[in-house]
């Protein structure tokens, strides 16, 4: 027993003298880094404390070396990382969206103004013998107009990031243009940029389509899109265009009525009942299907309008008064 007791002994002299020469080592190399700058590489995570009675009671470790130093130089590190990374984050905000958009107000500012679209409109139903303003859009009609040609128009601040971003990619990947122009930018063609076609034409009816909607309320763009608006056959607003087509004011359009009429707007030649019937007709399909998507019609609502027929004038225009032009003044 007395040689086993010994033996340990002997074992843990040696167990404990390796430990001191290896701590030894440590704090030399500790020292070493310390005195070139600082242990950059010396951090709790990498190199835990030890317990043991080589240790302190204050936490400092042999040599003098404190392992909280330590720590605080990892914390330090990472935050200057962290510091960088921010800066690098701001850096590219600034360059992606703060100077985009300095670029664009500025040329927003540059844009002529849209004070007088109420006078050009007002001009314009002059010129083709309609009065102006015509009679108060009906709920049917607008809701066939923004349904076919705008559904977000109460929400879009005169352009439509999302139909530009599909508009985009269509043209990218080959795909068919779905369109992407707002009522704000159909408005601003009409009544600024007639006849102009091309990337140049069309960034500016964006300009002008976000001054109109700042200018004017939603009401009012209405109302001014439908009085100058072409319906094809020579009628020039939806006051002319219902009564020459049917007979009727714009306040007694049925559903189907309303949605053949908008359909008109896209090709007013090659979807005139008058000559093509069953263009208009799969027009006013296709609106009547748009009305199902916004909600304002359920499915049996739009397919019981279709099968009413549309009634055309055959002559009864002539007891619409707002189907006959103006005498110029």
Known sequence: MANLASVLAGMSDCVLGSCRSSLQLLVGRCRMAWRSGG?????????????????????EFIGGLRWDVARTLGRGRRARRLFRRIRRLVVIVIVLVVLPA??????????????????????????HGVAYPGPPVPQRA?????????HRFYSEPGIDPIAI????????????????????????????????????????????????????????????????????????????????YFGESPAHL??????????????????????????????????????????WLTRAQAIDAYRQPLNLAAGRAARCVAARPLTST
Not at 142 to 150: G, K
Not at 198 to 225: N, R, T
Not at 266 to 292: C, G, I, K, T, Y
């Open 254 to 295: 049925s559903w189907g009525q309303a949605a053949a009429l908008v359909g008109l707007l896209q090709a007013p030649s090659a979807d005139d009942p008058m000559r093509h019937f069953a263009n208009a007709r799969a027009r006013e399909a296709h609106v009547l299907d748009r009305l199902v998507a916004t909600g």
């Open 142 to 150: 607008a809701a066939a107009l923004i349904a076919a040609e705008d």
């Open 39 to 59: 242990p950059t590489h010396l951090t709790a995570s990498a190199v835990p404390v030890p317990a043991g009675s080589y240790v302190r009671d204050n936490g």
């Open 102 to 127: 300095l670029v664009f107000a500025e040329v927003l500012l540059l844009t002529p103004g849209v004070g007088d679209a109420p006078a050009v409109a007002r001009a314009m139903a002059r010129a």
């Open 165 to 244: 971003a599909g508009v985009i990619a269509g043209r990218i990947t080959g795909r068919p243009d779905q369109g992407g122009a707002t009522l704000y930018q159909q408005l601003a063609k009409m009544l600024y940029t007639p006849g102009r076609n091309g990337v140049l034409a069309e960034g500016q009816q964006a300009l002008l389509g976000i001054k109109l909607h700042f200018s004017y309320p939603k009401a009012e763009i209405l109302q001014m899109y439908a009085d100058v608006a072409y319906f094809g056959h020579g009628y020039y607003g939806l006051a002319a265009a219902s009564c020459g």
